[in-house]
């Protein structure tokens, strides 16, 4: 089983940064898609962005131009350098990663997120 942690949530002014971190961790053979989500207050988990393990990405809208996804493969790790944050960024940040084990079947793990409010 593979086990995610993110990190790097916290209060920030309106137009700030923030850098969110997703270390994966257990039996890991390889790590193929990995992605963000946040889930706002009052509303459904959504979808941000998503990086392969080629690097390539894709982003929503919303976060387009703002937030960039990157990786470390070496690391097993995972990036969200978030720029010119708004209130409606506000929520809890999620982290997946499509994983093959060293044994068994492959799977997608979920981290626990962590917490980011935009607020003056």
């Known amino acids: 089983q593979v086990q995610l942690v993110e990190s790097g949530g916290g209060l920030v002014q309106p137009g700030g940064s923030l850098r969110l971190s997703c270390a994966a961790s257990?039996?890991?053979?390889?790590?193929?898609?990995m992605a963000w989500y946040r889930q706002a207050p009052g509303k459904e988990r959504e979808f941000l962005a998503r990086i392969r393990s080629g690097r390539d990405t894709v982003y929503t809208d919303s976060i387009q131009g703002r937030f960039t996804i990157s990786r470390e493969n070496a690391k097993n790790t995972m990036y969200l350098q978030m720029n010119s944050l708004k209130p409606e960024d506000t929520g809890v940040y999620y982290c997946t990663a499509d994983y093959v084990p060293i044994s068994g079947a492959q799977g997608t793990s979920w981290g626990l997120g962590t917490q980011v409010t935009v607020s003056s």
């Open positions: 257990g039996s890991i053979l390889s790590i193929n898609t």
